[in-house]
């Protein structure tokens, strides 16, 4: 069955994660969503509203920001979905919302805090025909849009939680691998999933050196598929060419750590090698990528080629 989520001031929350907030859509597993979703408060567009479109800026001055600076439409409960079961998130289609996109440096933040003392708002077209966007001083860059933050719902014991850091249930992962014709697999935590998206990045490079990519609106179609009882720590994905397992944590050591091991927990699972012969081939074969670093929680990913495997049963969450 397919459904529509548009973003309106009663569909969205601003900033948060909460295992307490309401669904505003419940589906059954396997059913399509097309989910709208903008990005931007007033700050960020540097004071001027007159780019958005009237329901973004019914958005910006109805809903109160909350812990963070990302507007996420949901949550949506998927039916039957309990603690210790994966949701699949396949990602259909990725659509551009805007014919713009803003990126800001924010002094102290970023990966390099110390260097910028001044705060900088850009605004920047996008041509969605030509999928690019230009660059004030004469530079084009190719577009590749993707959802910053994709996420279950937190633990309930954990309260209401900033949308800021990735954590175990996803969240602003920022991870531009996740495009159109991927699977993102997130733990449950709490009855119904409680899926939230949002954050639409038009483009990004891994590390998302200034805090900012080229935040913009965007529409998704997305498939949740219910996995009951296969428990994850962590999101994992499946792109069209590769596997992906990540780490998140304050210290990017830690988080490669996390990455590496959960690719070989993935590998040995999936091949019947021994863990040994995991960490051989994933030593000659795997990439290990910095996913961002801006985030409190800093990223990491491991990717692995699918046609390396030669598997013949479906990859398995």
């Not at 939680?161 to 996740?178: A, C, M, Q, T």
């Not at 409190?296 to 699918?306: D, E, Y």
Request: glycine residues 10%; charged residues 20%; proline residues 8%.
């Amino acid at each position: 069955m397919k459904h529509s989520l548009r973003a309106t001031p009663a569909t969205v929350h601003w900033g948060h994660l909460h295992a307490a907030l309401e669904p505003r859509l419940t589906v059954q597993s396997g059913d399509h969503v097309e989910i709208e979703t903008f990005s931007g408060g007033r700050a960020d567009l540097g004071g001027d509203l007159s780019i958005v479109a009237p329901a973004h800026r019914h958005i910006i001055e109805s809903v109160m920001p909350m812990d963070g600076p990302h507007i996420l439409t949901g949550p949506i409960a998927v039916e039957g979905a309990q603690p210790g079961d994966c949701l699949e998130v396949r990602i259909e289609d990725i659509r551009l919302g805007a014919d713009w996109g803003y990126n800001l440096i924010r002094p102290g933040r970023g990966t390099l805090p110390n260097e910028f003392h001044q705060p900088r708002q850009n605004t920047c077209p996008i041509d969605r025909d030509r999928c690019i966007t230009h660059l004030p001083w004469g530079i084009d860059v190719p577009l590749r849009p993707f959802f910053g933050v994709l996420a279950t719902a937190p633990p309930a014991e954990w309260g209401r939680v900033s949308s800021v850091p990735p954590r175990e249930f996803g969240g602003n992962i920022d991870n531009k691998e996740l495009i159109a014709g991927s699977s993102l697999f997130l733990p449950v935590f709490t009855e119904g999933a409680l899926f939230s998206a949002g954050d639409g990045h038009a483009v990004q490079g891994d590390g998302e050196m200034d805090v900012t990519a080229l935040e913009t609106c965007m529409d998704g179609c997305f498939q949740l598929i219910l996995h009951p009882g296969r428990t994850l720590d962590a999101p994992r994905a499946l792109t069209p060419t590769h596997l992906i397992t990540m780490g998140f944590d304050a210290d990017l050591d830690e988080a490669a750590r996390q990455a590496s091991h959960r690719m070989l927990d993935w590998l040995t699972a999936l091949t019947g090698w021994s863990r040994e012969q995991a960490y051989i081939f994933s030593s000659l074969a795997c990439d290990i990528r910095i996913t961002q670093l801006v985030n409190q929680n800093k990223g990491v990913h491991a990717m692995v080629r699918r046609d390396l495997l030669n598997l013949t049963e479906p990859i398995a969450p």
